[in-house]
């Protein structure tokens, strides 16, 4: 679901094509990056520790951080000047 709303704030946050392109690669190579961390930090948390409590502990804030950020960028207004 967030990776579809992400996809669907691109268009909507931008007034040009061109723009929605460019905001589209800048957001997902970063998000890509920062998500093929995520299982093998997993998996780090879980020999860590040797229960699931801290990886899904981490799952936890991860989901809190895409709330703050989907609230930020669902803001009314354009990510380009006028």
Avoid: H, I, K
């Avoid at 040009?16 to 780090?44: C, H, I, K």
Wanted: hydrophobic share 55%; charged share 10%; aromatic share 10%.
């Amino acid at each position: 679901m967030a990776f579809s709303l992400a996809m669907m704030l691109f268009t909507l946050r931008t007034r040009r094509p061109l723009a929605a392109a460019q905001l589209s690669a800048m957001a997902q190579s970063v998000g890509y990056l920062l998500a093929a961390s995520g299982p093998p930090l997993f998996g780090v948390l879980y020999d860590a520790s040797g229960q699931f409590t801290a990886p899904l502990g981490m799952l936890l804030v991860v989901c809190a951080a895409m709330m703050v950020f989907g609230l930020g960028a669902a803001r009314n207004q354009y990510v380009e000047e006028d």
